[in-house]
């Protein structure tokens, strides 16, 4: 094998492992954020929050009897502040809700554990609050 050839494998070698790592289940991807200064972006920066990717996609491979199902985790947002991140979810509706409910904790705790985040921000766009969910476990 002459130098051209070395390089050549070394190339294709290269581009095998960076689509293995970018492929890998567990892994989140996403945006990186731009200029945006949408709403959302502009509340969580007034309240000290870094905005570290949008739409965060996670994903995930179920097997169930050998057989394996695929399917993806989004979200909004993943911020951070004082170390810790956090996943956002947006509420656009004025309703109020039951965060602790069995249907919400449930969601909310899925996300918390999948995503690996210190909690989960709700942002309600119409009052423009944030309320921080966090699990002890």
């Known amino acids: 094998m002459g130098i051209k050839d070395w390089v050549l494998l070394g190339l294709l070698t290269l581009v095998v492992l960076i ?5 890998r289940p567990g892994r989140v991807s996403g ?7 949408g709403k959302v972006v502009q509340i969580l920066q007034e309240a000290g929050y870094e905005v570290l990717t949008v739409k ?3 994903n ?3 097997e169930i009897d050998g057989r394996t199902h695929p399917f993806e985790l ?4 993943i911020v951070k502040r004082g170390g810790r991140r956090y996943l956002v979810r947006i509420r656009r509706d004025n309703k109020t809700v039951r965060l602790q409910s ?5 969601s909310l705790l899925r996300d ?3 995503f690996r985040t210190s909690g989960i921000l709700i942002v309600h766009l119409e009052k ?3 309320q921080v969910v966090r699990f002890h476990i």
């Open 74 to 77: 989004k979200n909004d947002y």
């Open 128 to 130: 423009e609050t944030i």
């Open 102 to 106: 069995k249907l919400w904790r449930g």
């Open 19 to 23: 689509r293995w790592f970018k492929s």
């Open 31 to 37: 945006k990186k954020p731009g200029q945006s200064h």
């Open 56 to 58: 965060p996609t996670l």
């Open 112 to 114: 918390v554990v999948a």
């Open 60 to 62: 995930v491979t179920m």
